[in-house]
Protein backbone atom coordinates (compact mmCIF):
# COMPACT_ATOMS: atom_id res chain seq x y z
CA UNK A 1 0.00 0.00 0.00
CA UNK A 2 0.99 3.60 0.11
CA UNK A 3 3.14 5.31 2.60
CA UNK A 4 4.42 8.78 3.68
CA UNK A 5 7.52 8.94 5.93
CA UNK A 6 8.99 12.21 7.46
CA UNK A 7 11.84 12.75 8.99
CA UNK A 8 11.36 13.24 13.05
CA UNK A 9 10.93 15.95 15.21
CA UNK A 10 10.56 18.28 16.02
CA UNK A 11 12.73 20.89 13.83
CA UNK A 12 13.54 24.16 16.56
CA UNK A 13 15.45 27.12 14.12
CA UNK A 14 16.42 30.79 14.77
CA UNK A 15 14.82 33.36 12.24
CA UNK A 16 16.06 33.87 8.79
CA UNK A 17 17.80 30.42 8.96
CA UNK A 18 17.29 27.65 6.11
CA UNK A 19 14.31 24.96 6.57
CA UNK A 20 14.41 21.31 4.81
CA UNK A 21 12.09 18.85 6.04
CA UNK A 22 12.66 15.44 4.46
CA UNK A 23 9.49 13.35 3.14
CA UNK A 24 9.82 10.35 1.12
CA UNK A 25 6.95 7.98 -0.04
CA UNK A 26 6.24 4.69 -1.12
CA UNK A 27 3.13 4.21 -3.89
CA UNK A 28 1.97 1.84 -6.32
CA UNK A 29 0.61 4.00 -9.30
CA UNK A 30 1.93 7.88 -9.99
CA UNK A 31 0.78 9.88 -6.78
CA UNK A 32 0.01 13.59 -6.45
CA UNK A 33 2.13 14.97 -3.65
CA UNK A 34 1.82 17.37 -1.31
CA UNK A 35 2.86 19.66 1.72
CA UNK A 36 0.20 20.96 4.17
CA UNK A 37 0.37 23.06 7.19
CA UNK A 38 -1.55 22.96 10.44
CA UNK A 39 -1.33 25.86 13.00
CA UNK A 40 -2.13 25.14 16.61
CA UNK A 41 -5.82 25.37 16.97
CA UNK A 42 -7.00 25.12 13.56
CA UNK A 43 -7.11 22.19 10.40
CA UNK A 44 -5.07 21.61 7.75
CA UNK A 45 -3.95 24.23 5.05
CA UNK A 46 -2.76 22.98 1.79
CA UNK A 47 0.92 24.99 1.19
CA UNK A 48 2.05 23.45 -2.11
CA UNK A 49 1.43 20.53 -4.47
CA UNK A 50 3.13 18.46 -7.51
CA UNK A 51 1.05 16.39 -9.45
CA UNK A 52 3.81 14.86 -11.74
CA UNK A 53 7.74 13.95 -11.69
CA UNK A 54 10.02 17.13 -12.08
CA UNK A 55 7.17 19.23 -11.34
CA UNK A 56 8.51 21.66 -8.40
CA UNK A 57 5.21 23.10 -5.71
CA UNK A 58 5.74 26.62 -4.27
CA UNK A 59 4.53 28.94 -2.31
CA UNK A 60 5.00 31.64 0.73
CA UNK A 61 8.85 31.43 -0.33
CA UNK A 62 8.14 27.35 0.19
CA UNK A 63 9.00 25.13 -2.76
CA UNK A 64 9.43 21.26 -2.88
CA UNK A 65 10.15 19.16 -6.11
CA UNK A 66 8.87 15.62 -7.11
CA UNK A 67 11.42 13.55 -6.98
CA UNK A 68 10.63 10.16 -8.72
CA UNK A 69 13.90 8.28 -9.06
CA UNK A 70 14.54 8.97 -4.84
CA UNK A 71 10.80 8.87 -4.26
CA UNK A 72 10.86 12.16 -2.21
CA UNK A 73 9.31 15.53 -2.29
CA UNK A 74 11.15 17.43 0.38
CA UNK A 75 10.31 20.61 1.52
CA UNK A 76 12.60 24.14 1.48
CA UNK A 77 12.62 27.44 2.69
CA UNK A 78 15.81 29.78 2.30
CA UNK A 79 14.80 32.61 5.09
CA UNK A 80 12.28 31.04 8.08
CA UNK A 81 9.84 33.51 10.41
CA UNK A 82 8.54 32.91 14.05
CA UNK A 83 4.97 32.63 12.00
CA UNK A 84 6.23 29.89 10.01
CA UNK A 85 6.02 27.94 13.34
CA UNK A 86 3.89 24.95 12.92
CA UNK A 87 3.08 21.47 12.04
CA UNK A 88 4.02 19.97 8.64
CA UNK A 89 2.28 17.71 6.98
CA UNK A 90 3.32 15.62 3.89
CA UNK A 91 0.85 13.02 1.99
CA UNK A 92 0.63 11.93 -1.28
CA UNK A 93 -2.96 10.97 -3.31
CA UNK A 94 -3.51 8.61 -6.12
CA UNK A 95 -3.41 10.78 -8.84
CA UNK A 96 -5.81 8.68 -11.48
CA UNK A 97 -9.16 8.05 -10.84
CA UNK A 98 -11.68 8.94 -8.56
CA UNK A 99 -9.66 7.74 -5.40
CA UNK A 100 -8.98 11.12 -3.41
CA UNK A 101 -7.96 9.54 -0.15
CA UNK A 102 -5.08 11.49 1.38
CA UNK A 103 -1.90 9.00 2.53
CA UNK A 104 -0.01 11.30 5.31
CA UNK A 105 3.16 11.49 6.77
CA UNK A 106 3.22 11.61 10.84
CA UNK A 107 3.98 15.54 10.77
CA UNK A 108 6.91 17.65 11.90
CA UNK A 109 6.78 20.57 14.43
CA UNK A 110 8.49 23.37 13.51
CA UNK A 111 9.11 26.36 15.92
CA UNK A 112 10.91 29.47 15.01
CA UNK A 113 12.76 31.53 17.55
CA UNK A 114 13.03 35.10 17.06
CA UNK B 1 -16.14 32.07 -1.66
CA UNK B 2 -16.23 30.60 1.26
CA UNK B 3 -13.98 27.26 3.13
CA UNK B 4 -15.05 23.93 4.36
CA UNK B 5 -17.03 24.55 7.40
CA UNK B 6 -17.84 22.27 10.10
CA UNK B 7 -20.12 22.17 13.10
CA UNK B 8 -19.95 21.98 16.27
CA UNK B 9 -16.47 22.94 16.67
CA UNK B 10 -16.34 21.49 20.14
CA UNK B 11 -18.02 18.30 21.74
CA UNK B 12 -17.35 16.61 25.25
CA UNK B 13 -19.34 12.84 25.32
CA UNK B 14 -19.46 10.47 28.18
CA UNK B 15 -18.54 6.96 26.78
CA UNK B 16 -21.68 5.13 25.44
CA UNK B 17 -23.01 8.29 23.92
CA UNK B 18 -23.12 8.97 20.42
CA UNK B 19 -22.54 11.92 18.34
CA UNK B 20 -22.82 13.34 14.96
CA UNK B 21 -20.62 15.71 12.98
CA UNK B 22 -21.60 17.93 10.21
CA UNK B 23 -19.71 19.55 7.53
CA UNK B 24 -20.14 22.09 4.81
CA UNK B 25 -18.14 21.27 1.04
CA UNK B 26 -16.80 24.27 -0.52
CA UNK B 27 -19.68 25.59 -3.11
CA UNK B 28 -19.42 23.21 -6.20
CA UNK B 29 -17.41 20.74 -4.71
CA UNK B 30 -19.08 17.03 -4.48
CA UNK B 31 -16.98 14.64 -2.90
CA UNK B 32 -16.38 15.49 0.98
CA UNK B 33 -13.84 13.28 3.02
CA UNK B 34 -13.47 12.44 6.98
CA UNK B 35 -10.02 12.11 9.11
CA UNK B 36 -9.54 11.46 12.29
CA UNK B 37 -6.27 13.22 14.26
CA UNK B 38 -4.94 12.35 17.29
CA UNK B 39 -1.31 12.43 18.93
CA UNK B 40 -0.63 8.80 18.73
CA UNK B 41 -2.04 7.53 14.89
CA UNK B 42 -1.52 10.82 13.18
CA UNK B 43 -3.99 11.54 10.25
CA UNK B 44 -6.29 8.58 9.40
CA UNK B 45 -8.44 8.33 6.51
CA UNK B 46 -12.16 7.31 7.89
CA UNK B 47 -14.19 7.78 4.41
CA UNK B 48 -15.15 10.01 1.45
CA UNK B 49 -18.51 10.07 -0.30
CA UNK B 50 -19.53 11.29 -3.39
CA UNK B 51 -22.70 11.64 -4.84
CA UNK B 52 -24.33 10.36 -1.68
CA UNK B 53 -22.43 7.45 -1.61
CA UNK B 54 -19.67 6.32 0.13
CA UNK B 55 -16.89 5.52 -2.68
CA UNK B 56 -13.82 4.72 -0.21
CA UNK B 57 -13.64 3.49 3.22
CA UNK B 58 -10.59 3.33 5.60
CA UNK B 59 -10.09 0.76 8.48
CA UNK B 60 -12.40 1.73 11.00
CA UNK B 61 -14.98 -0.09 13.00
CA UNK B 62 -18.77 -0.24 12.10
CA UNK B 63 -19.67 2.20 14.85
CA UNK B 64 -18.01 5.43 12.46
CA UNK B 65 -20.70 5.87 9.96
CA UNK B 66 -21.30 8.86 7.15
CA UNK B 67 -23.88 10.16 4.71
CA UNK B 68 -24.12 13.17 2.51
CA UNK B 69 -26.85 14.76 1.39
CA UNK B 70 -27.91 15.91 -2.04
CA UNK B 71 -26.29 19.61 -1.01
CA UNK B 72 -23.30 17.76 -0.87
CA UNK B 73 -23.13 18.08 2.76
CA UNK B 74 -22.37 15.67 5.13
CA UNK B 75 -22.25 13.91 8.44
CA UNK B 76 -20.59 11.04 9.96
CA UNK B 77 -21.75 9.79 13.35
CA UNK B 78 -19.78 7.73 15.86
CA UNK B 79 -21.80 5.54 17.96
CA UNK B 80 -21.19 3.93 21.41
CA UNK B 81 -17.98 6.43 21.95
CA UNK B 82 -15.37 4.84 23.27
CA UNK B 83 -12.17 6.51 25.47
CA UNK B 84 -10.03 6.44 22.31
CA UNK B 85 -12.51 8.50 20.45
CA UNK B 86 -11.33 11.53 21.26
CA UNK B 87 -9.94 13.10 18.38
CA UNK B 88 -9.77 16.19 16.15
CA UNK B 89 -11.99 14.84 12.87
CA UNK B 90 -11.33 16.82 10.01
CA UNK B 91 -13.29 17.31 6.75
CA UNK B 92 -12.20 17.83 3.16
CA UNK B 93 -13.58 18.59 0.46
CA UNK B 94 -12.71 18.29 -3.36
CA UNK B 95 -15.03 18.99 -6.71
CA UNK B 96 -14.16 15.44 -7.96
CA UNK B 97 -15.43 13.82 -10.71
CA UNK B 98 -13.00 14.28 -12.91
CA UNK B 99 -10.28 11.09 -14.42
CA UNK B 100 -7.63 13.08 -11.90
CA UNK B 101 -8.17 13.33 -8.32
CA UNK B 102 -8.48 16.74 -7.16
CA UNK B 103 -6.57 18.31 -3.94
CA UNK B 104 -8.12 18.29 -0.99
CA UNK B 105 -9.74 21.71 1.37
CA UNK B 106 -9.74 21.03 5.12
CA UNK B 107 -12.05 22.62 7.38
CA UNK B 108 -11.18 23.93 11.30
CA UNK B 109 -12.27 20.59 12.34
CA UNK B 110 -14.22 19.25 15.13
CA UNK B 111 -12.40 18.53 18.59
CA UNK B 112 -14.43 15.54 20.39
CA UNK B 113 -13.60 15.03 23.61
CA UNK B 114 -14.91 11.53 25.31
CA UNK B 115 -15.13 11.25 29.21
Known amino acids: GNSVTQMEGPVTLSEEAFLTINCTYTATGYPSLFWYVQYPGEGLQLLLK?????DKGSNKGFEATYRKETTSFHLEKGSVQVSDSAVYFCALSERLGANSKLTFGKGITLSVRP | KAGVTQTPRYLIKTRGQQVTLSCSPI?????VSWYQQTPGQGLQFLFEYFSETQRNKGNFPGRFSGRQFSNSRSEMNVSTLELGDSALYLC??????????????FGPGTRLTVL
Open chain 2, 27 to 31: SGHRS
Open chain 2, 92 to 105: ASTRAGGLYADTQY
Open chain 1, 50 to 54: ATKAD
